[in-house]
């Protein structure tokens, strides 16, 4: 099994630039989640889902949209970047009552 | 909501103990304790489910206390590779499917 893979790792972006981060995972997991790391913020959700068709806002999800229409992925779009989302965004999936997978991360630089 | 952990950093000689606190106002279903190495992606240590389960692997284990929504993970004679950053999740008990939820983390640093 891969796990739960992100693409890309790197990404510098202009400010109102849009783009899509991707995430993937092999394991037939219900639940995907999108979360950003910011220095002395700790993990802060964005975007979840807990099934194919199913996603809900997190904490923070102002600025970007998601969607799932397989099981298998959940992409994570910014629609016109700021440098306020400059910050590594991590994917996750899990099973109901199991443990969270996360994938490598995206590092992501707005100017 | 997050939840608050405890204390924000920690630094410890080899050998001496710790203790990281987690707590929630909200009713949880359960909580997970993660740590992360720095550049890294955070890296699953364990579960505890609603029923006051405590849980061990090697030195590392947790509790549960369930009435209080509170957990604590306890590291005894630590080692430097212990050092990194620790977060818990939780998740709220179910009255539909809700998410990970982590706090803000316990930045812990061993040294020799």
């Known amino acids: 099994n891969a796990g739960v893979t992100q693409t890309p790792k790197f990404q510098v972006l202009k400010t109102g630039q849009s783009m899509t981060l991707q995430c993937a995972q092999d394991?037939?997991?219900?639940?995907m989640s999108w979360y950003r790391q910011d220095p002395g913020m700790g993990l802060r959700l964005i975007h979840y889902s807990v099934g194919a068709g199913i996603t809900d806002q997190g904490e923070v999800p102002n600025g970007y949209n998601v969607s799932r229409s397989t099981t298998e992925d959940f992409p994570l779009r910014l629609l016109s970047a700021a440098p306020s989302q400059t910050s590594v965004y991590f994917c996750?999936?899990?099973?109901?009552?199991?443990?969270?997978?996360f994938g490598p991360g995206t590092r992501l630089t707005v100017t | 909501q997050q939840p608050v952990q405890s204390p924000q950093a920690v630094i410890l000689r080899e050998g001496e103990d710790a203790v990281i606190n987690c707590s929630s106002s909200?009713?949880?279903?359960?909580v997970h304790w993660y740590r992360q190495k720095h550049g890294e992606a955070p890296v699953f240590l364990m579960i505890?489910?609603?029923?006051?389960e405590q849980k061990g692997h090697d030195k590392i284990s947790a509790s549960f206390n369930e009435k209080k929504q509170q957990s604590s993970l306890y590291l005894t004679a630590s080692q430097l590779s212990y050092s990194g950053t620790y977060f818990c999740?939780?998740?709220?008990?179910?009255?539909?499917?809700?998410?990970?939820?982590f706090g803000k983390g316990t930045r812990l640093s061993v040294i020799a």
């Open positions: 909200k009713a949880l279903y359960s």
């Open positions: 505890l489910l609603k029923g006051g």
């Open positions: 394991m037939n997991h219900e639940y």
């Open positions: 999740g939780t998740e709220r008990v179910r009255s539909g499917n809700t998410p990970l939820v």
């Open positions: 996750a999936s899990r099973s109901t009552g199991s443990e969270q997978y």
